[in-house]
């Protein structure tokens, strides 16, 4: 069974639209993490959270946010969709951050913006 | 920040044989590299890793080496089998940070 849920698994959206990723773990760990994954920029970092609070961040548009209502979970909220936001979203998670783990990655969730 | 570079894109080899991909990296505070694995579809996945205090670690057949003054690191995969077939991701931590600084990744095709 997967320990980090990313729901939905595809998503199609409009241009201007918003939508929310979900991500929940089951793993216990301390630190989670968003990553996006497109053609055009294989993996890249976007955020990390630690006990639900902003470590890092580097995504340049404020149109992506993510939301910690829980400690295991972080939602990604992105608003004003555009057409190159379409990648695959992937959490992550590991036990703390700062200490040199690689983190789990989800199933991640596809999103194609038309 | 952090760069890193990973060669080569694509890699083809016949089954049985070893395939080696490399990667270097720019910021000498990096101390952690950890290696992925991802098939169509599906999200990477941790294959091996190795932190700056070793320049070598073997498991189940994949070998990582380190070689620090040359910024330098490498997966090497002995005895390939088809479902070695994959994307391949090496990726690097910088000191003091928590995120993961990925290279382009390497498509391993191992053919019959």
């Known amino acids: 069974d997967p320990k980090i849920i990313q729901k939905p698994k595809y998503l199609v959206a409009v241009t201007g639209s918003e939508k929310i990723l979900i991500c929940e773990q089951y793993?216990?760990?301390?630190?989670m993490y968003w990553y996006r994954q497109s053609a055009k920029k294989p993996l890249e970092f976007m955020f990390s959270y630690s006990y639900q609070k902003l470590m890092d961040n580097q995504t340049a548009s404020s149109r992506f946010q993510p939301q910690s209502s829980k400690k295991n979970h972080l939602d990604l909220q992105i608003t004003a969709l555009k057409p190159d936001d379409s990648a695959t979203y992937f959490c992550?998670?590991?036990?703390?951050?700062?200490?040199?783990?690689?983190?789990?990655f989800g199933e991640g969730t596809r999103l194609s913006v038309l | 920040g952090e760069q890193v570079e990973q060669l080569p894109s694509i890699l083809r080899v016949q089954e049985g044989s070893s395939a080696s991909i490399n990667c270097t990296y720019e910021n000498s505070a990096s101390n952690y590299f950890p290696w992925y694995k991802q098939e169509p579809g599906e999200n990477p996945k941790l294959i091996i890793d190795?932190?700056?205090?070793?320049e070598r670690k073997q498991t189940q057949g994949l070998i990582v080496l380190l070689d620090k003054k040359a910024k330098r690191f490498s997966l090497h995969i002995t005895d390939t089998q088809p479902g070695d077939s994959a994307m391949y991701f090496c990726?690097?931590?910088?000191?003091?940070?928590?995120?993961?600084?990925f290279g382009k990744g390497t498509q391993l095709i191992i053919q019959p």
């Open positions: 190795i932190r700056s205090n070793m």
């Open positions: 793993l216990g760990h301390n630190a």
């Open positions: 990726a690097a931590i910088t000191g003091g940070a928590d995120r993961l600084t």
């Open positions: 992550a998670s590991s036990r703390d951050s700062y200490n040199n783990q690689a983190p789990l």
